[in-house]
């Protein structure tokens, strides 16, 4: 899959939301998430604009869903940010960091 990111100012929150509203979006996802991320000790996956990531939402009503996440190289369109990314829905996050660990991965980062 191709990410395709733009991101923006927004001076009025509240306003935007309303009039996506109004235009028919709907919220998907209410609650908080947390990215972690990793690289080899090396530092060779940051060398190489690579991102290994293990991110969990932690749901509103108390579920938990946990991605694991492999985004390639940035590259720059029309003023978007453009990279691969490969992704799989998955169960618990410890066994994942573990799986990493074992690797040779390490935690380098932590985005809530």
């Known amino acids: 899959m191709i990410e395709l990111e733009l991101k923006a100012v927004v001076p009025d929150a509240q306003a935007l939301?309303?009039?996506?509203?109004?235009?028919g979006a709907r919220e998907e996802f209410v609650g908080g998430l947390v990215d972690r991320r990793f690289d080899y000790p090396d530092g060779s996956l940051t060398a190489r604009?690579?991102?290994?990531?293990?991110?969990?939402?932690?749901g509103s009503d108390s579920e938990t869903q946990t991605?694991?996440?492999?985004k390639g190289p940035e590259?720059?369109?029309s003023g978007y940010k453009r990279r691969e990314e490969i992704g799989v829905q998955t169960g618990e996050a410890a066994a994942l960091i573990e799986i990493l660990a074992r690797l040779g991965l390490r935690q380098v980062r932590t985005i809530e």
């Open 17 to 23: 939301i309303a009039r996506l509203r109004t235009a």
């Open 49 to 58: 604009d690579e991102v290994v990531r293990v991110r969990e939402y932690h």
């Open 67 to 70: 991605s694991l996440e492999w």
């Open 75 to 77: 590259s720059r369109a």
